[in-house]
């Protein structure tokens, strides 16, 4: 088929504006891209240039002529690009519409907000696409390359939706993206993002209330709403500084429970139906690439969710199969954050003091002790930043890997490989490190390889899950570790807690009164084994010449009804309280002789050690936090 057309008189004509083929609104982009593509077998290359108006006919002719002349029989569309009768742009879309995929002026569409919700911008931009409708169980997208299968493929995951591609017009997908994305995030400024109640409302017309699990899993398939759904749960954990999501459910007919830990407390966050269970648990498997068949085991894996949203976050997600046949998940939050300074984790003068001239030996080991979830990784990479000034090798094992830092060789450990803290340990050996920080001593073997490694010229850096200081020793001795090379070796623990902040937007502030005072100076004595009388009285002058006013009164800092600021929960953030426990030459001759862990803390209180409550109570005084935190978070 020929026909005629006017020449071209420079590149901007690949987009004539009467072009009737290149599709300017979003309907007829959809019609076409789930049509038939039949075009293949009605034209050639030839007749595409023409009914686009790229060339004349009798450039054609010449072009052709060329090309039959050509001993190498050269391709007509690197003729007519060799002879500037077309330009590259024209050349992609003259391919495009005789392939049978639609081109869109992405610049002259209006996209569905909805369809542009399910799409990240930022992997619109990595992948160079735009989502335009979404209508059933597909999705209209314009992109660079349409045939690009890999970015088929991950639309398909992030969206659970079938994509159907068109083409867009060169030059206009950039500008449209950034246009569109801009009203978007215009629009999620001035009304909030999307509200989770109000999508929890629209998924009820999608999942019936009557369906076996296999039915409801299978909504996942095809359900944006739920995808939205489980996106903007977890965009209010990030934002909320959440450091857990926990979806559970008593029976199968009990409603779905979701709760966030914040601040290490459990909060209540949203109530579902019970028929959402199972749906909402496939999607979650989905993303983290787990089985959704598989009901009967545990799994775990992890979520990219800057592949679903526009926010860097990796969450680890552990499934629970429970009693009657429930699943409970639980995803924690690794937010990759920066490692603090080590003066902004909460130490006391002293003891920061302390540490900075023990973390500064060439060699020995330094362990930081205390429960799950009370911020051990944390101190050990501000440890680690003090050290970390590009003099040193640095190399870690840790499992997971929750928060980065450039200048240290960091490596996760998986037990299923056989590759154990252990195993990394004897690796680093024979890689010349200066300090090597192991996530956890789990047993004896990777004890003993640490000590050994603190004997031979390297910093050691590790944790324990242990109550107190003293008893961090104890244990490992327990473990069968050597005391006479770990006394050399120790040259301090560390015990912590979190306790949480007072919010100081809300927090009250009042005088303490004389009971009160006098109760937290009994406390503050009994912890260190000190208490009697003259000693009260001695603790409340200190106080009040320290903490007091002009007329020697104390004010405390009192969580209030809450704000804004901390949620209305009264607290906003967390410090630590520690207990640093330092081996000096009686410290280790009790390690050699196996002593007790009450004898090792009577050596080391009279060394100078403060323990947790004590140093709580003085936080207390300091108005960061209140005395039932204090008394939650340590023993007496």
Same mark, same amino acid.
């Given at each position: 088929?020929?026909?005629?057309?006017?020449?071209?008189?420079?590149?901007?004509?690949?987009?004539?504006?009467?072009?009737?083929?290149?599709?300017?609104?979003?309907?007829?982009?959809?019609?076409?891209?789930?049509?038939?593509?039949?075009?293949?077998? $009605?034209?050639? #290359?030839?007749?595409? %240039? *023409?009914?686009? &108006?790229? =060339? !004349?006919?009798?450039? +054609?002719?010449? @072009? /052709?002529?060329?090309?039959?002349?050509?001993?190498? $029989?050269?391709? #007509?569309?690197?003729? %007519? *690009?060799?002879? &500037?009768? =077309? !330009?590259?742009?024209? +050349?992609?879309? @003259? /391919?495009?519409?005789?392939?049978?995929?639609?081109?869109?002026?992405?610049?002259?569409?209006?996209?569905?907000?909805?369809?542009?919700?399910?799409?990240?911008?930022?992997?619109?931009?990595?992948?160079?696409?735009?989502?335009?409708?979404?209508?059933?169980?597909?999705?209209?997208?314009?992109?660079?390359?349409?045939?690009?299968?890999?970015?088929?493929?991950?639309?398909?995951?992030?969206?659970?939706?079938?994509?159907?591609?068109?083409?867009?017009?060169?030059?206009?997908?950039?500008?449209?993206?950034?246009?569109?994305?801009?009203?978007?995030?215009?629009?999620?400024?001035?009304?909030?993002?999307?509200?989770?109640?109000?999508?929890?409302?629209?998924?009820?017309?999608?999942?019936?209330?009557?369906?076996?699990?296999?039915?409801?899993?299978?909504?996942?398939?095809?359900?944006?709403?739920?995808?939205?759904?489980?996106?903007?749960?977890?965009?209010?954990?990030?934002?909320?500084?959440?450091?857990?999501?926990?979806?559970?459910?008593?029976?199968?007919?009990?409603?779905?429970?979701?709760?966030?830990?914040?601040?290490?407390?459990?909060?209540?966050?949203?109530?579902?139906?019970?028929?959402?269970?199972?749906?909402?648990?496939?999607?979650?498997?989905?993303?983290?690439?787990?089985?959704?068949?598989?009901?009967?085991?545990?799994?775990?894996?992890?979520?990219?969710?800057?592949?679903?949203?526009?926010?860097?976050?990796?969450?680890?997600?552990?499934?629970?199969?429970?009693?009657?046949?429930?699943?409970?998940?639980?995803?924690?939050?690794?937010?990759?954050?920066?490692?603090?300074?080590?003066?902004?984790?909460?130490?006391?003068?002293?003891?920061?003091?302390?540490?900075?001239?023990?973390?500064?030996?060439?060699?020995?080991?330094?362990?930081?002790?205390?429960?799950?979830?009370?911020?051990?990784?944390?101190?050990?990479?501000?440890?680690?930043?003090?050290?970390?000034?590009?003099?040193?090798?640095?190399?870690?094992?840790?499992?997971?890997?929750?928060?980065?830092?450039?200048?240290?060789?960091?490596?996760?450990?998986?037990?299923?490989?056989?590759?154990?803290?252990?195993?990394?340990?004897?690796?680093?050996?024979?890689?010349?490190?200066?300090?090597?920080?192991?996530?956890?001593?789990?047993?004896?073997?990777?004890?003993?390889?640490?000590?050994?490694?603190?004997?031979?010229?390297?910093?050691?850096?590790?944790?324990?899950?242990?109550?107190?200081?003293?008893?961090?020793?104890?244990?490992?001795?327990?473990?069968?570790?050597?005391?006479?090379?770990?006394?050399?070796?120790?040259?301090?623990?560390?015990?912590?807690?979190?306790?949480?902040?007072?919010?100081?937007?809300?927090?009250?502030?009042?005088?303490?009164?004389?009971?009160?005072?006098?109760?937290?100076?009994?406390?503050?004595?009994?912890?260190?084994?000190?208490?009697?009388?003259?000693?009260?009285?001695?603790?409340?002058?200190?106080?009040?010449?320290?903490?007091?006013?002009?007329?020697?009164?104390?004010?405390?800092?009192?969580?209030?009804?809450?704000?804004?600021?901390?949620?209305?929960?009264?607290?906003?953030?967390?410090?630590?309280?520690?207990?640093?426990?330092?081996?000096?030459?009686?410290?280790?001759?009790?390690?050699?002789?196996?002593?007790?862990?009450?004898?090792?803390?009577?050596?080391?209180?009279?060394?100078?050690?403060?323990?947790?409550?004590?140093?709580?109570?003085?936080?207390?005084?300091?108005?960061?936090?209140?005395?039932?935190?204090?008394?939650?978070?340590?023993?007496?």
């Amino acid at each position: 088929m020929t026909m005629g057309a006017r020449e071209p008189t420079s590149s901007e004509d690949a987009t004539p504006a009467g072009n009737p083929l290149i599709l300017r609104s979003v309907e007829r982009a959809w019609q076409a891209a789930t049509a038939d593509r039949t075009l293949r077998t $009605r034209y050639r #290359l030839g007749d595409m %240039l *023409l009914l686009h &108006g790229f =060339v !004349t006919q009798s450039a +054609l002719h010449q @072009a /052709l002529d060329a090309q039959r002349a050509s001993p190498h $029989r050269e391709l #007509l569309g690197q003729i %007519l *690009l060799a002879r &500037g009768l =077309v !330009t590259e742009a024209q +050349l992609q879309i @003259a /391919l495009a519409s005789l392939a049978g995929m639609a081109v869109v002026d992405c610049m002259a569409l209006a996209p569905q907000t909805e369809a542009v919700q399910l799409v990240p911008h930022a992997t619109a931009q990595r992948d160079q696409v735009l989502p335009l409708m979404q209508r059933g169980n597909t999705l209209l997208v314009a992109m660079d390359d349409p045939w690009c299968r890999t970015t088929l493929d991950e639309l398909a995951f992030v969206t659970n939706l079938r994509i159907a591609p068109v083409m867009a017009l060169p030059g206009t997908l950039a500008p449209a993206q950034q246009r569109v994305y801009a009203a978007l995030q215009s629009q999620r400024h001035a009304n909030g993002h999307d509200d989770v109640h109000q999508l929890a409302a629209s998924l009820a017309g999608e999942l019936p209330s009557q369906a076996d699990a296999a039915a409801q899993e299978a909504i996942t398939e095809s359900s944006s709403t739920l995808v939205r759904l489980v996106n903007t749960i977890i965009a209010d954990a990030i934002a909320r500084r959440a450091s857990d999501i926990h979806i559970e459910a008593d029976t199968p007919h009990a409603p779905v429970r979701i709760r966030f830990r914040i601040d290490g407390a459990l909060v209540p966050y949203l109530d579902l139906p019970a028929h959402y269970r199972a749906a909402l648990v496939a999607r979650l498997k989905i993303m983290s690439d787990l089985d959704i068949a598989e009901r009967r085991r545990p799994q775990d894996g992890k979520i990219d969710f800057s592949r679903f949203a526009d926010q860097a976050m990796e969450l680890r997600v552990v499934t629970v199969p429970t009693a009657h046949g429930v699943e409970g998940v639980v995803l924690r939050l690794l937010s990759g954050a920066k490692p603090l300074p080590l003066d902004g984790i909460g130490l006391s003068p002293a003891n920061l003091s302390t540490l900075r001239e023990r973390i500064g030996k060439p060699y020995g080991l330094i362990l930081i002790c205390g429960p799950t979830g009370c911020g051990k990784t944390t101190t050990l990479h501000s440890v680690l930043r003090e050290l970390n000034q590009g003099d040193r090798k640095i190399w870690t094992a840790e499992d997971p890997i929750e928060i980065t830092q450039p200048g240290l060789c960091q490596v996760q450990v998986n037990a299923r490989i056989g590759w154990t803290f252990a195993a990394a340990m004897r690796t680093f050996l024979r890689a010349d490190p200066d300090v090597i920080m192991i996530g956890e001593m789990r047993d004896a073997e990777t004890a003993n390889i640490a000590i050994e490694a603190s004997l031979t010229g390297h910093l050691v850096l590790s944790t324990l899950h242990t109550n107190s200081a003293a008893e961090s020793i104890t244990r490992l001795l327990e473990i069968g570790l050597d005391p006479f090379n770990f006394s050399d070796s120790l040259l301090a623990v560390l015990a912590q807690r979190l306790v949480r902040r007072v919010c100081p937007q809300c927090g009250v502030r009042s005088e303490a009164t004389a009971d009160e005072l006098d109760a937290m100076a009994h406390d503050h004595l009994r912890s260190a084994h000190a208490e009697h009388p003259d000693g009260v009285a001695a603790v409340l002058t200190a106080w009040r010449q320290q903490h007091g006013d002009e007329q020697g009164r104390i004010w405390l800092r009192r969580r209030g009804p809450g704000c804004d600021a901390c949620n209305h929960h009264g607290y906003k953030g967390r410090l630590g309280v520690h207990e640093l426990l330092v081996a000096d030459d009686t410290v280790r001759r009790l390690i050699r002789h196996r002593a007790s862990a009450t004898e090792i803390l009577e050596a080391a209180l009279a060394g100078g050690l403060r323990t947790l409550r004590q140093d709580g109570i003085s936080k207390v005084l300091q108005g960061l936090t209140d005395l039932p935190e204090v008394l939650a978070a340590s023993n007496a």
